[in-house]
C-alpha cells in the first residue's frame, strides 16, 4: 500500500515536471495560469499519443474537448440570442431587447482556436458577445466559419466575408435595426486573422457600399512566412501555446500533408519565387527595437517545400503580406499584444505596417499577457488577464464606435 502511494506519488511529480513550464515574474494568477497551462500541454501531448497509436487524429481529440464547452443560445431579461444563418454560414446573432430611439451600433466577432477548433458558441466567446451586446445596447454577431481539416484555406476567410457581406446588406441591416456607419469586425488570435483579411476585402471592394468604421485584432495571428521571429524564439516553449502547436495548427488551415509543418519548422516552407514578400515581415525593420532585443535576422530559405501551395502568398490568408496600398484603406485599428505570447511580433509588425502608410491605430501591449487569455475567463479559470482583456476591449469599443 505505502509502496504503491509512493510510486504513485513520484509518477504524480514526474508527470507535473514534464509539462512544468517556469513563469514569468510577476505574473498576475501564475498559480493559475501554471495550471492551465499544464492542461493545455498534457491536452496536447494525450493527443499526440493518440495520434501515434492510430487512434484518432490530433485534431479529432482536441475538437472533442472544445465541444465539451459549448453553449446554448440562451437569451436574458436584456438580450435575445438565437443560432441563424447568414447565407449558409451559421451565426449567433445578440440582439438587445430594449426599445431604441436610434439605429444601434453592431459588432461582428470571430473567435480564435487555430482555424481547426472553436466556436461562438463556446462558454467564453459567448459570454464576451453578450457582454459587448449589453453594455454597448449593440448588436453582436458571431460567426462560425467551417474548420480545418475538415475545410481548408479559403473556406474559413469566405465563410467570414460571405457572412459579413450579407449582414452589411441595406436590408439586413434595416431589419436589426443596425447604424450602417457604426460597425465593427473584431476577432481573437486566428478570428484576428480572419477579422484582419475580411476587413482588407471590405475596405478594398468598390461593390461594397457600407464599409467598416473599425476593427479590433486581439493577439492576432498575421503570418507564417517567417516561422523564427523573436517572439517565436522567446515562445518557443511558450505558455499555452508552442511553436510546434501553432505550426501543426497553421499548417492545417492549407493541408493535412506533414510535409508543409516539417518545412515549417525549418522555416524553409515559402515557395522559390516568393522573396519579395519578404519585406512586409521582415522584424529587423518592422519590430521597435526593445523587442527586436540583440536577435540576428536570417531570411528565410526559399523552397524547401516540394510542391506549391498557393495559400502561403495569400493575403487573404496571411493578411501580413498585403501591400501598402491594400492597407490604405483600413479603417480606425484597435490592436492588442501579449507580451508572453508567441504571435506577439505578427500584431507588432502590422501597427507599424498600418501606421507607416496613415492609418490610425491605437495599440494596447499587455506586459503580464499571455496568448488566449480571453478563452479563460469563464469557469474553470476564471482568469483576471482574461477579464482585464474584456474590459479594455469593451471600453475601447463604448469610447470609439
Ligand atoms: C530585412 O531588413 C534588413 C535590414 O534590417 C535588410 O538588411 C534585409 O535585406 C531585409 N531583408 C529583406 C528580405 O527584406
Ligand atoms: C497590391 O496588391 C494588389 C492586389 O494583389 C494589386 O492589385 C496591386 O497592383 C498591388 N499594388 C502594388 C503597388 O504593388
Known amino acids: 500500500m505505502?509502496?504503491?502511494?509512493?510510486?504513485?506519488?513520484?509518477?504524480?511529480?514526474?508527470?507535473?515536471?514534464?509539462?512544468?513550464?517556469?513563469?514569468?515574474?510577476?505574473?498576475?494568477?501564475?498559480?493559475?495560469?501554471?495550471?492551465?497551462?499544464?492542461?493545455?500541454?498534457?491536452?496536447?501531448?494525450?493527443?499526440?499519443?493518440?495520434?501515434?497509436?492510430?487512434?484518432?487524429?490530433?485534431?479529432?481529440?482536441?475538437?472533442?474537448?472544445?465541444?465539451?464547452?459549448?453553449?446554448?443560445?440562451?437569451?436574458?431579461?436584456?438580450?435575445?440570442?438565437?443560432?441563424?444563418?447568414?447565407?449558409?454560414?451559421?451565426?449567433?446573432?445578440?440582439?438587445?431587447?430594449?426599445?431604441?430611439?436610434?439605429?444601434?451600433r453592431a459588432v461582428i466577432y470571430f473567435h480564435g482556436g487555430g482555424f481547426c477548433f472553436g466556436s461562438s458558441k463556446q462558454r467564453a466567446f459567448d459570454f464576451l458577445n453578450r457582454w459587448t451586446a449589453n453594455t454597448l445596447d449593440a448588436v453582436v454577431v458571431g460567426v462560425d466559419y467551417r474548420l480545418a481539416p475538415q475545410h481548408h484555406f479559403p473556406a474559413q476567410f469566405e465563410d467570414g466575408l460571405a457572412a459579413v457581406k450579407f449582414f452589411l446588406l441595406e436590408k439586413i441591416l434595416t431589419k436589426y435595426g443596425v447604424d450602417p456607419t457604426r460597425i465593427c469586425i473584431s476577432g481573437d488570435s486566428s478570428g484576428g486573422n480572419l477579422a484582419t483579411a475580411v476587413t482588407q476585402q471590405v475596405q478594398n471592394d468598390a461593390e461594397i457600399k457600407h464599409k467598416i468604421k473599425m476593427q479590433v485584432l486581439l493577439y492576432p495571428g498575421l503570418q507564417i512566412t517567417d516561422s523564427y521571429l523573436p517572439s517565436h524564439r522567446e515562445n518557443e516553449h511558450g505558455i499555452v501555446l508552442t511553436r510546434d502547436v501553432a505550426i501543426k495548427l497553421v499548417s492545417l488551415y492549407f493541408t493535412?500533408?506533414?510535409?508543409?509543418?516539417?518545412?515549417?519548422?525549418?522555416?524553409q516552407h515559402m515557395p522559390l519565387e516568393s522573396r519579395h514578400l519578404f519585406k512586409f515581415v521582415n522584424w529587423s525593420i518592422l519590430l521597435p527595437e526593445k523587442y527586436r532585443k540583440d536577435y540576428v535576422y536570417t531570411e528565410p530559405i526559399l523552397g524547401g517545400l516540394s510542391y506549391s501551395l498557393p495559400g502561403l502568398t495569400d493575403s487573404r490568408a496571411l493578411p501580413l503580406l498585403a501591400n501598402d496600398s491594400q492597407l490604405q484603406n483600413l479603417p480606425l485599428t484597435y490592436i492588442l499584444t501579449c507580451q508572453h505570447d508567441l504571435l506577439r511580433d505578427d500584431g507588432l509588425m502590422y501597427v507599424t505596417r498600418l501606421r507607416n502608410v496613415g492609418v490610425q491605430v491605437v495599440h494596447d501591449h499587455i506586459e503580464d499577457g499571455i496568448h488566449g487569455a480571453l478563452s479563460y475567463m469563464t469557469s474553470p479559470f476564471y482568469l483576471r488577464l482574461g477579464l482585464r482583456i474584456r474590459d479594455m476591449y469593451v471600453s475601447w469599443l463604448d469610447k470609439n464606435l
Not at 472544445?66 to 446554448?72: A, M, N, P, V
Not at 506533414?258 to 519548422?265: D, I, K, S, T, V
Request: aromatic share 12%; charged share 25%.
Open 2 to 104: 505505502g509502496l504503491k502511494a509512493l510510486c504513485l506519488g513520484l509518477l504524480c511529480v514526474l508527470f507535473a515536471s514534464h509539462f512544468y513550464t517556469p513563469m514569468p515574474d510577476n505574473i498576475e494568477e501564475s498559480w493559475k495560469i501554471m495550471a492551465l497551462d499544464a492542461m493545455a500541454k498534457i491536452c496536447t501531448f494525450t493527443a499526440m499519443c493518440f495520434e501515434n497509436m492510430g487512434i484518432m487524429r490530433y485534431e479529432e481529440f482536441i475538437s472533442m474537448i472544445f465541444r465539451l464547452d459549448y453553449t446554448q443560445p440562451l437569451s436574458d431579461e436584456y438580450i435575445t440570442v438565437t443560432d441563424t444563418t447568414f447565407v449558409d454560414i451559421p451565426v449567433r446573432l445578440y440582439l438587445p431587447k430594449r426599445k431604441s430611439e436610434t439605429r444601434r
Open 256 to 267: 493535412k500533408d506533414e510535409a508543409l509543418p516539417r518545412a515549417m519548422r525549418r522555416n
